[in-house]
């Protein structure tokens, strides 16, 4: 089976093997670190297990915009993630969710690995994720004393302006090159949500 280490994209940096410890970024620091997040957290989730882009309740541009960007990042690396659908969404929203793979809540896998978009702390998430572990959370709200411990990696950048931001950074470290209108589409779709179109 070719795994994202065997068979990178030509523009993939090399992926780390060295543990994730809680990241949390400020202004001056994210350079640094989002040159790290993703090559750190990818080699844990590349076992053939689904991958499932988890994001709020009663979703917003932003919460679609970043789980369907990384959803199709993700799977442009060859691993198995899905947008997994927990709520109901406008029309608008579906026609950007509707370019990845999705698994509705009630066919998850309990054994798959979790990424949060959007979503900070457990609260945020649908009541049956709440319990279960996430490999990465990456948001733009202020920290919460019950978000300190969700997720194994956390990727917290209340400086900018929406979750796409975050992850446009986070993206362009690990070496995206934005030449996916899915991807640009989607990102761009939260940063006007969450800015008011600028």
Not at 83 to 101: G, M, Y
């Amino acid at each position: 089976m070719e795994t994202v280490a065997d068979n990178p994209l030509p523009h993939e940096p090399p992926l780390s093997d060295a543990p994730c410890n809680p990241v949390h970024l400020t202004k001056r620091s994210s350079v640094a670190f989002a040159d790290n997040v993703l090559s750190k957290v990818l080699p844990s989730l590349n076992d053939g297990r689904p991958i499932y882009i988890v994001t709020h309740e009663r979703p917003d541009g932003d919460a679609i915009g970043s789980q369907t960007a990384l959803t199709r990042y993700l799977r442009n690396l060859h691993l198995p993630a899905f947008a997994l659908c927990t709520d109901k969404i406008s029309e608008t929203l579906r026609s950007f969710l509707d370019n990845v793979p999705q698994c509705p809540l009630s066919e998850c896998n309990l054994e798959a690995h979790r990424i949060a978009v959007d979503a900070g702390d457990a609260s945020r998430v649908a009541e049956a994720l709440r319990g279960c572990s996430f490999e990465l959370v990456i948001d733009h709200h202020p920290e919460t004393e019950a978000g300190t411990t969700f997720g194994t990696c956390r990727c917290i950048q209340p400086h900018q302006s929406s979750a796409c931001e975050v992850l446009t950074d986070l993206l362009e470290a690990h070496g995206y090159l934005f030449d996916d209108p899915v991807i640009n589409d989607a990102l761009y779709l939260g940063l006007i949500s969450d800015t008011g179109k600028f």
